[in-house]
């Protein structure tokens, strides 16, 4: 099924977007794909996070068309195999913030994969449900 893109998407680049401007040769790059790239977290909430980020310049996954979904997930398994490799995490949360209520400070796409391992939290039930804990009630 194909659609046209929504009506956020941007030019494929922008001129003060920081995701727009990041090198795409910076050794902090640890993948490519032909609508993706990928590198580490510059404030990583663990190791071996990393971000995938959208060549073309739309806000939101909602934005993406087909062909740019099935590139996601090929980088995203690059991505994982990476991490797996590097850091052997017991487990992951791969999240995307969209528009300023859901947390995005970036308006461009970029999706958070975030290695998790034993014992970084207390409690870790419920993941990303707890993002706003007062809100969601988890057994």
Partial sequence: ?????????????????????????????????????????????????????????????????EDEWCDFHQILAGVYDDIEAEYSPDGYNVGINVGSAGGQTVAHLHIHVIPRYEGDVRDPAGGVRKIVPNLVSYP
Avoid: K, Q, Y
């Avoid at 046209?4 to 941007?10: F, G, M, N, Q, T």
């Avoid at 727009?20 to 910076?26: G, H, I, L, Q």
């Avoid at 071996?48 to 996954?61: A, F, M, Y």
């Fill in 1 to 65: 099924m194909s659609r046209e893109p929504a009506s956020s998407e941007r030019p494929s680049h922008e001129a003060d977007c920081l995701f727009c401007n990041f090198s795409r040769d910076a050794d902090r790059v640890t993948e490519r794909s032909v609508h993706f790239f990928a590198r580490l977290d510059s404030f990583p909430v663990s190791r071996g996070h990393t971000l995938i980020i959208s060549n073309r310049h739309v806000l939101s996954p909602f934005d993406l068309r």
